[in-house]
């Protein structure tokens, strides 16, 4: 079986003792390719160089969480880098863009409306650029869709993933129904998580895609409590070798073979990412 991570954050600092051993331990799993998101402008080289050296793919954006942070002249960067690497069959998308109303202080003025501001301006680009779109979403389904419903205009559709994947049934559809995929990752592990649970259980098959998050959103059997880590316990490190485990668990809560998944979850992604295709060969 072939696995991809749809969204892994391979350049993150947690990754710098042995990167080059993370990917390889993820290939041996069956984690035939990556797709790393860009978060800020000062990354944009560094995911794009890692992309390249690993085999894998890339996208090109500026991260909410990151927005304080960022200006309008990292907005014409951001331009200017999809124009210079347009014809880089690794660069597979805008992402990670989006909204974030669960960090208080992204929630309050100015920061909630510079938000908006800097995710529509991405839409923008996309469209400019004709690259599909990987969406961070953290309460913000519905701000998320009235952008892209305006900024998709008359044709109405769109490429690309809902990250991380969050919102309601009547959410998911809506982003369904635009053209995403939806993205599922260690957060579905977590038998607590039902609302999650029952969305992968249920959702159409063809919207699924698989990712990590990696080395964020560990799933359950990497998490240790805040008392284990008071007595020395470590929070184990999410990575995309865990990827296949993950999708075994959606595979259980559908009730489908684990090569039914795999199978579907490729196909997903090539029509999400549609420039994989011939990364994947």
Same mark, same amino acid.
């Given at each position: 079986?072939?696995?991809?991570?749809?969204?892994?954050?391979?350049?993150?600092?947690?990754?710098?003792?042995?990167?080059?051993?993370?990917?390889?331990?993820?290939?041996?799993?069956?984690?035939?390719?990556?797709?790393?998101?860009?978060?800020?402008?000062?990354?944009?080289?560094?995911?794009?160089?890692?992309? $390249?050296?690993?085999?894998? !793919?890339?996208? @090109?954006?500026? +991260?909410?969480?990151? %927005? #304080? *942070?960022?200006?309008?002249?990292?907005?014409?960067?951001?331009?200017?880098?999809?124009?210079?690497?347009?014809?880089?069959?690794?660069?597979?998308?805008?992402?990670?863009?989006?909204?974030?109303?669960?960090?208080?202080?992204?929630?309050?003025?100015?920061?909630?409306?510079?938000?908006?501001?800097?995710?529509?301006?991405?839409?923008?680009?996309?469209?400019?650029?004709?690259?599909?779109?990987?969406? $961070?979403?953290?309460?913000? !389904?519905?701000? @998320?869709?009235? +952008?892209?419903?305006? %900024? #998709? *205009?008359?044709?109405?559709?769109?490429?690309?993933?809902?990250?991380?994947?969050?919102?309601?049934?009547?959410?998911?559809?809506?982003?369904?129904?635009?053209?995403?995929?939806?993205?599922?990752?260690?957060?579905?592990?977590?038998?607590?998580?039902?609302?999650?649970?029952?969305?992968?259980?249920?959702?159409?098959?063809?919207?699924?895609?698989?990712?990590?998050?990696?080395?964020?959103?560990?799933? $359950?059997?990497?998490?240790?409590?805040?008392?284990?880590?008071?007595?020395?316990?470590?929070?184990?490190?999410?990575?995309?070798?865990?990827?296949?485990?993950?999708?075994?668990?959606?595979?259980?809560?559908?009730?489908?073979?684990?090569?039914?998944?795999?199978?579907?979850?490729?196909?997903?992604?090539?029509?999400?990412?549609?420039?994989?295709?011939?990364?994947?060969?």
């Amino acid at each position: 079986m072939r696995w991809v991570d749809t969204h892994v954050h391979l350049d993150a600092p947690e990754f710098d003792a042995d990167r080059s051993a993370v990917r390889e331990s993820a290939r041996q799993a069956g984690v035939a390719h990556c797709v790393i998101p860009a978060v800020e402008r000062s990354n944009f080289d560094t995911v794009r160089l890692l992309a $390249h050296h690993g085999g894998d !793919s890339y996208c @090109l954006g500026i +991260h909410p969480l990151y %927005v #304080a *942070g960022a200006s309008d002249t990292d907005l014409v960067a951001l331009d200017e880098a999809l124009s210079a690497n347009a014809a880089d069959p690794r660069l597979v998308a805008v992402g990670e863009i989006g909204l974030d109303y669960f960090v208080p202080a992204l929630c309050k003025s100015p920061l909630r409306e510079r938000q908006e501001v800097v995710y529509r301006q991405q839409l923008k680009l996309s469209r400019a650029h004709g690259l599909p779109v990987v969406l $961070h979403v953290r309460k913000s !389904s519905d701000r @998320l869709l009235k +952008h892209l419903r305006e %900024v #998709a *205009g008359p044709q109405g559709r769109w490429q690309g993933i809902a990250h991380a994947f969050n919102g309601s049934e009547v959410q998911a559809a809506e982003f369904i129904k635009l053209g995403f995929k939806l993205g599922f990752g260690g957060a579905v592990t977590y038998e607590r998580a039902l609302q999650l649970r029952h969305l992968a259980r249920t959702l159409p098959l063809d919207a699924l895609v698989l990712e990590t998050d990696a080395p964020d959103i560990q799933p $359950h059997w990497l998490y240790t409590t805040a008392e284990q880590r008071a007595t020395g316990v470590p929070q184990g490190r999410n990575a995309p070798a865990e990827l296949p485990r993950i999708a075994q668990c959606i595979a259980e809560l559908r009730g489908i073979p684990l090569e039914t998944l795999a199978q579907a979850a490729l196909s997903n992604s090539l029509m999400a990412l549609p420039k994989l295709g011939a990364l994947l060969v």
